[in-house]
């Protein structure tokens, strides 16, 4: 296990900290290791934790497009066109938007 892992699987265990940003980095640190399946699984975990963290949507879609999920990475960019327009976040909106129009 990277060291990354360690501390921010720690961090989110002891309740401490900014947790939805913790959840997004262990997401976004197994993604770089590959681990494509279990970081899908925590984005699954911060969306239900907080679903109003919109840089999720995006990396969570990709992630599912990778897997070759495409309609969980439809439904993943669709929530977060969804997200961003409910918090007037236009660049997250415009990237998120461009990746669903891209999935087709």
């Known amino acids: 296990m990277s060291k990354r892992l360690e501390v921010l699987r720690k961090m989110i265990d002891a309740n ?8 997004y980095a262990l997401a976004m640190e197994l993604k770089s ?17 907080d679903p109003s963290y919109v840089a999720q949507y995006l990396m969570a879609g990709g992630v599912a497009d990778q897997l070759g999920k495409k309609d969980e990475a439809r439904a993943w960019f669709q929530r977060g066109v969804e997200a ?5 976040d236009a660049h997250a909106l415009s990237e998120i938007q461009g990746a669903l129009d891209a999935l087709g």
């Open 33 to 49: 290791l590959g681990q494509l399946d279990e970081a899908l699984q925590a984005f699954e975990e911060l969306r239900a934790f």
């Open 16 to 23: 401490t900290g900014d947790l939805a940003f913790a959840r």
């Open 84 to 88: 961003a327009r409910k918090k007037g």
